[in-house]
């Protein structure tokens, strides 16, 4: 029985029935080549090990607060003030950006002794756009005798001129022609007000 059972076993080996042969010799040599591969790594392996505990413990000693970092942000306790100004400073990265706020308080970087005049928005005394300033601000439309035309200062230029109206706030949206420099003129709602007012020295305030 066991002399039959070799003869067909030697039978299906040399006629690679069902490629038993093929199969079997392909396993073998992929064994070879695993263990011929993986030979070096597990003759290193200790010294590998030892490798990954030693920078392990560097960086726990040198770093402690970066390897603690998750232990620390769990004990983290967020109070009223702080959840209030990380909630301010989440809304304040959506709000429009626009002019910051101004403090109607803070005195004046520069004083100017000049002369005064005024003027309106008849066609006469401007250009064929009365209303227009040089900013593009409407003033006919805007309809408030806050606004005055200057060469020397920056338009939206916040001046005041306490002598002749105390803490009133003007602001330079228009310009004068270009031959008047250290002149400033006042835009008024009235022709007949504008002649009035004539020229005046006074001294500007500019914030």
């Given at each position: 029985?066991?002399?039959?059972?070799?003869?067909?076993?030697?039978?299906?080996?040399?006629?690679?029935?069902?490629?038993?042969?093929?199969?079997?010799?392909?396993?073998?040599?992929?064994?070879?080549?695993?263990?011929?591969?993986?030979?070096?790594?597990?003759?290193?392996?200790?010294n590998i090990s030892t490798l990954v505990f030693i920078l392990v413990a560097?960086?726990?000693?040198?770093?402690?607060?970066?390897?603690?970092?998750?232990?620390?942000?769990?004990?983290?306790?967020?109070?009223?003030?702080?959840?209030?100004?990380?909630?301010?400073?989440?809304?304040?990265?959506?709000?429009?950006?626009?002019?910051?706020p101004r403090s109607e308080d803070a005195p004046a970087r520069d004083y100017?002794?000049?002369?005064?005049?005024?003027?309106?928005?008849?066609?006469?005394?401007t250009d064929d756009t009365p209303c227009i300033t040089a900013s593009g601000?409407?003033?006919?439309?805007?309809?408030?005798?806050?606004?005055?035309?200057?060469?020397?200062?920056?338009?939206?230029?916040?001046?005041?001129?306490?002598?002749?109206?105390?803490?009133?706030?003007?602001?330079?949206?228009?310009?004068?022609?270009?031959?008047?420099?250290?002149?400033?003129?006042?835009?008024?709602?009235?022709?007949?007000?504008?002649?009035?007012?004539?020229?005046?020295?006074?001294?500007?305030?500019?914030?």
């Amino acid at each position: 029985m066991l002399n039959k059972t070799i003869t067909q076993f030697n039978r299906i080996w040399d006629e690679d029935v069902y490629y038993s042969r093929t199969a079997l010799t392909g396993i073998y040599q992929f064994l070879v080549r695993l263990e011929i591969l993986f030979k070096p790594i597990r003759r290193q392996s200790i010294n590998i090990s030892t490798l990954v505990f030693i920078l392990v413990a560097t960086a726990y000693l040198l770093f402690p607060k970066l390897t603690n970092a998750d232990m620390e942000l769990e004990q983290v306790v967020l109070d009223d003030e702080t959840i209030s100004m990380i909630v301010s400073s989440m809304q304040n990265e959506t709000t429009d950006y626009g002019r910051l706020p101004r403090s109607e308080d803070a005195p004046a970087r520069d004083y100017f002794k000049i002369p005064l005049t005024a003027y309106t928005s008849d066609p006469a005394q401007t250009d064929d756009t009365p209303c227009i300033t040089a900013s593009g601000l409407d003033v006919c439309a805007r309809n408030e005798e806050n606004v005055v035309a200057a060469n020397f200062l920056p338009i939206g230029t916040r001046v005041r001129i306490p002598e002749l109206y105390g803490d009133r706030v003007f602001y330079v949206e228009d310009r004068m022609n270009v031959r008047y420099h250290y002149k400033m003129d006042i835009w008024m709602k009235d022709l007949q007000n504008a002649k009035t007012f004539g020229v005046k020295y006074a001294t500007v305030e500019v914030f």
